[in-house]
């Protein structure tokens, strides 16, 4: 294992805050915009539905909804972390589709949305990619 020392930990702090820093993830965190919609925001949201006699169920690791103002969902960025070193992102994104699909397939359940009004989209950590799906 590592040798937790002090000078390991500092390195580690200092990796963590350097992918904070990089543009892709500040977007990713900011605080959704949207002047005229209600933004709600999951994260870490544990969900199970019901989809063709199979319970689906997972955690969102973070979705931002955008309402309109009757409250109704009109559309969604679903976005899904992933700590990987893999250097092949397309085979990397591959791998993760079908369980993205799933999601977005629970997430279109639970807010009567279509399939064209959920983006979704991979975080790769530390790199700070973001892989659209």
Do not use: C
Not at 8 to 33: C, G, H, N, Y
Not at 75 to 95: G, H, M
Request: net charge positive; glycine share 4%.
């Amino acid at each position: 294992g590592h040798n937790r020392s002090d000078t390991w930990v500092a390195q580690q702090i200092a990796d963590f805050l350097r992918t904070l820093s990089k543009s892709t993830m500040r977007q990713a965190f900011a605080q959704p915009s949207g002047a005229s919609e209600n933004i709600d925001l999951w994260r870490e949201r544990r969900f199970a539905v019901m989809q063709n006699h199979v319970l689906i169920h997972g955690t969102f690791d973070r979705v931002v909804i955008y309402r309109d103002h009757h409250g109704q969902a009109r559309r969604a960025d679903l976005i899904d972390f992933k700590t990987d070193q893999s250097p092949r992102l397309v085979a990397l994104a591959e791998n993760y589709r079908s369980q993205i699909d799933v999601y977005r397939s629970a997430l279109m359940n639970m807010l009567q949305l279509n399939k064209g009004s959920v983006h979704t989209s991979l975080m790769i950590w530390p790199t700070g990619q973001i892989i659209n799906l």
